[in-house]
């Protein structure tokens, strides 16, 4: 069959196809973007077969431009101190375990000698990000934000050195409440492709229920952040998790055409099992890292717990242990991976509460699973006499040991719930005077 020589345009800022050369890309109106693919196709292929072509060549494109940008940042980190960001948004006042892995990526970039810059998003708060909703975000009060922003302060401190040279904490509501509306639609809006940000997957699960133009403009405001962090602070780079990429490419391109420099963005991957859930819910809710809200011994007992197939992935995020020993610790079979769930519940309770509060929750774990040891940190309710004849699970779901009666139904249905050393198995049982003993007390496990 002969064969001829298909040429194929390609925009490469947003891959919008054409069979010829345009100096404007009508999908992103970008000016002198499109490059050109000659395809070898036969002149008896079918459709199916040319469009399969293109398709490889547009991947080949992206491929080559994705190895060029990781080379471009591997050679900037190398060769240059930088100075990059992460952004928080103080939605509770608490960081969980989804904020702890940003602090993670960026405790490492500083002891590698980079600078931080947490960004408190005291301006971006007031709006919510949409990024893997399904509704609107509950709007929150300046009081509350305010006082979020003041807890997040003290927990960041265990993680990050902040100080004259170090790490700095800036808060965006020093330059976003005070905007004037026109002149950002003038100034900024005119460079934002509304097409593009439709097709933001970021915005995919709101868009399916109807999203607010309130809640649109927040890759905006995000983008702006880079913008003024740029300029500002120097700050060339943002950081943050795979849901934020779209929201990170608005600061990005937002630069690049104010500014007519570089800046990049790189993200790390979220915590989640094998089988793709998400990581950092417990029966209670959120993980928090605020010892009130999920004591040490809970956190401790979340990480004892994960799947066999989780524990490298977690040490790997998680910690600080030498790539080796995570190796080693996640190949692990059997019986054996239980050393390497109790390395990792210590090492992460230890960064998060402290080597103390670690070694509490350690030895109240072995006390209550490991057949004996000290009793002294397990943790304790107190109860009424009357509670001593009334139905455990209405005891123990009125001493917030579970969150509610269907919680502890559930528990008892897995066989996961112990009255000393023994199985509950009926969900309506009752205690006894009797299970008490001189002191008083009894031992419930779950």
């Known amino acids: 069959m002969a064969k001829g020589k298909k040429s194929v345009f390609f925009c490469q ?16 109106k970008e000016w002198n973007t499109f490059v050109e693919e000659n395809i070898s196709v036969s002149k008896t292929s079918t459709v199916k077969q040319a469009k399969e072509a293109e398709v490889v060549s547009l991947n080949q494109i992206e491929t080559n431009q994705e190895d060029r940008i990781c080379t471009e940042i591997k050679e900037l980190l190398e060769k240059e101190k930088v100075t990059f960001y992460i952004g928080f948004d103080p939605t509770a006042d608490s960081l969980h375990v989804g904020h702890f892995i940003a602090l993670m990526l960026m405790s490492h970039m500083q002891k590698a000698g980079h600078r931080p810059i947490c960004l408190l998003g005291g301006g971006t708060g007031m709006v919510g990000d949409p990024s893997g909703k399904d509704d609107m975000r509950k709007m929150l009060t300046p009081e509350f934000i305010a006082h979020n922003i003041a807890c997040f302060k003290k927990q960041m401190s265990r993680f990050i050195e902040f100080g004259e040279g170090k790490a700095q904490m800036v808060n965006n509501a020093d330059w976003l409440l005070n905007l004037n509306y026109i002149e950002l639609l003038r100034d900024v809006g005119a460079c934002f492709s509304v097409n593009r940000m439709l097709a933001a997957e970021c915005f995919k699960k709101r868009l399916e229920k109807g999203m607010t133009f309130f809640e649109f403009n927040y890759m905006i405001m995000q983008g702006y952040d880079f913008w003024h962090l740029f300029k500002h602070h120097n700050c060339v780079m943002e950081l943050g998790g795979d849901d934020q990429w779209s929201n990170m490419l608005a600061g990005v391109e937002l630069i690049r055409r104010k500014e007519q420099k570089p800046a990049f963005c790189m993200t790390c991957k979220l915590l989640t099992t094998s089988d793709g859930r998400k990581m950092g819910k417990t029966e209670k809710g ?17 990480w004892r717990n994960v799947g066999d197939n989780d524990v490298e992935n977690c040490l790997s995020l998680l910690t600080f242990l030498p790539m080796d020993e995570v190796r080693r610790l996640g190949a692990l079979k059997d019986a054996e991976i239980n050393t390497a769930k109790k390395v990792l519940a210590f090492e992460v309770t230890k960064l998060v509460h402290g080597e103390e509060e670690a070694l509490k929750a350690q030895q109240a774990a072995e006390a209550l699973f490991g057949g004996g040891g000290n009793m002294e940190n397990v943790p304790t309710i107190e109860i009424t006499e009357a509670d001593k004849t ?11 040991v579970f969150s509610s009666k269907r919680e502890a139904r559930q528990m008892v249905a897995q066989g996961g719930l112990y009255v000393q050393d023994n199985a509950v198995t009926d969900p309506e049982a009752f205690l006894s005077a009797d299970m008490f003993d001189a002191e008083q007390s009894l031992l419930i496990r779950k």
């Open 390 to 400: 009334a139905k455990i699970i209405d005891v123990l779901t009125a001493a917030k």
């Open 13 to 28: 800022n947003c891959g919008h196809e054409e069979n010829k050369w345009l100096g404007q890309c009508p999908m992103c």
């Open 286 to 302: 959120a993980l928090w890292l605020d010892p009130e809200k999920t004591s040490p011994y809970d956190f401790y007992q979340y």
